[in-house]
């Protein structure tokens, strides 16, 4: 088993920025995948962005240009750096990881864009 724990969500104005954090304990052999997901109220959980134990990284269009994934393989950590924030970046944001065709789930950070 993988266990993923989130850090960094909060308020934030618009035009602000936010770091979030997430570390990977547990069984680890080899996490193929981390990223993050997100979801808004009355929403489905969405993509916002993915990297590749290799580096290779996929980001939704809403967030191109705005959003920053990282990751550290020997931490096992995940990094997304949220820039220039937008209201409709509102949500409850997901740390995922996949290891052998396991996904895992954090529990969550909420992440709220308001004046």
């Known amino acids: 088993q993988v266990q993923l724990v989130e850090s960094g969500g909060g308020l934030v104005q618009p035009g602000g920025s936010l770091r979030l954090t997430c570390a990977a304990s547990?069984?680890?052999?080899?996490?193929?995948?981390m990223g993050w997901y997100r979801q808004a109220p009355v929403n489905q959980r969405e993509l916002v962005a993915i990297i590749t134990r290799g580096g290779s990284i996929n980001y939704a269009d809403s967030v191109k240009d705005r959003f920053t994934i990282s990751r550290d393989n020997a931490k096992n950590t995940v990094y997304l750096q949220m820039n220039s924030l937008k209201p409709e970046d509102t949500a409850v944001y997901y740390c995922n990881a996949v290891q052998d065709y396991s996904n895992y789930w954090g529990q969550g950070t909420q992440v709220t864009v308001s004046s």
């Open positions: 547990g069984t680890i052999f080899s996490i193929n995948i």
